[in-house]
């Protein structure tokens, strides 16, 4: 049985509407980017790289605070770790921010979707900046696995192929003490996505009438994404695994420093 811990690598903000769609492009929303670590008595396996060193504090334009080498190596030091000590890493998918400083993690296998890793080398336009080569072309001269759908990898560990916000996100499901988790990376980013509100928002109109717009849907989507059909049926796909309440989102503030045993 596995114990799932949320290790904040850095901090970085984008714009809401990136985290849901339809929102507001211009008010930054921060959040943590997250290293998981999953262990047992005698396994410790890690998911996602984090972020590279921000520039003048930021990254891609976005702000940013921590992140690094060293973000990752004091993360880790603070659960008794090394990169080197880690035999199995874990990439949800290649955008910047889950596999920067994955070469760090010399000794280890590292498990990408086959369809992530096609896609990365020849991205849909509005996620060219978003795919750095730099950062994940070098992991084929390393013990790269590039698996195709979903495979257990070791007992109690299943990759699961969630396609839609890139074209070959996976996502993780553990085994634990109180039963199945699902780290679903940035197929959710927070619970925003996986809980929307169901509060409708107000407004008037040119003659100042009441318009109320809200959406009753079961989950509200990210703002990137390469098919919003396919992230429907992924978030169904999610559900057919564990209860809501199972799925940890890749970038949800509110479960930093928490256990899931
Ligand atoms: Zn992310």
């Given at each position: 049985?596995?114990?799932?811990?949320?290790?904040?690598?850095?901090?970085?903000?984008?714009?809401?509407?990136?985290?849901?769609?339809?929102?507001?492009?211009?008010?930054?929303?921060?959040?943590?980017?997250?290293?998981?670590?999953?262990?047992?008595?005698?396994?410790?396996?890690?998911?996602d790289a984090g972020v590279s060193e921000p520039?003048?504090?930021?990254?891609?334009g976005f702000p940013c605070k921590g992140g690094g080498e060293q973000g990752l190596r004091n993360v880790l030091s603070g659960v008794n770790l090394k990169p080197e000590e880690i035999d199995t890493l874990i990439i949800t998918h290649l955008h910047f921010d889950h596999v920067a400083n994955a070469t760090m993690f010399h000794n280890a296998r590292i498990f990408v979707q086959k369809k992530e890793w096609e896609s990365?080398?020849?991205?849909?336009?509005?996620?060219?900046?978003?795919?750095?080569?730099?950062?994940?072309?070098?992991?084929?001269?390393?013990?790269?696995?590039?698996?195709?759908?979903?495979?257990?990898?070791?007992?109690?560990?299943r990759l699961v192929l969630l396609p839609g916000h890139t074209k070959g996100l996976?996502?993780?499901?553990?085994?634990?003490?109180?039963?199945?988790?699902?780290?679903?990376?940035?197929?959710?980013?927070?619970?925003?996505?996986?809980?929307?509100?169901?509060?409708?928002?107000?407004?008037?109109?040119?003659?100042?009438?009441?318009?109320?717009?809200g959406s009753n849907l079961p989950f509200h989507p990210p703002g990137l994404h390469v098919d919003l059909s396919e992230?429907?049926?992924?978030?169904?796909?999610a559900l057919s695994l564990v209860k809501r309440s199972r799925i940890l989102p890749g970038h949800e503030p509110s479960i930093e420093g928490q256990e899931f045993s």
């Open positions: 049985m596995f114990r799932i811990k949320p290790l904040k690598q850095a901090e970085i903000s984008v714009p809401v509407g990136a985290v849901a769609m339809l929102n507001d492009m211009r008010i930054l929303a921060t959040g943590p980017v997250y290293v998981w670590l999953i262990e047992s008595e005698d396994r410790k396996i890690i998911v520039k003048k504090g930021l990254i891609h990365a080398q020849n991205p849909p336009m509005h996620y060219r900046e978003i795919y750095e080569k730099d950062l994940f072309l070098p992991l084929e001269e390393m013990d790269l696995c590039l698996v195709n759908g979903d495979i257990e990898i070791e007992e109690g560990i996976q996502g993780v499901l553990v085994k634990a003490q109180s039963g199945d988790y699902l780290l679903s990376g940035d197929h959710f980013y927070s619970y925003i996505n996986l809980h929307p509100p169901k509060v409708p928002i107000e407004f008037e109109d040119e003659h100042g009438q009441k318009v109320t717009v992230w429907y049926e992924s978030c169904f796909k």
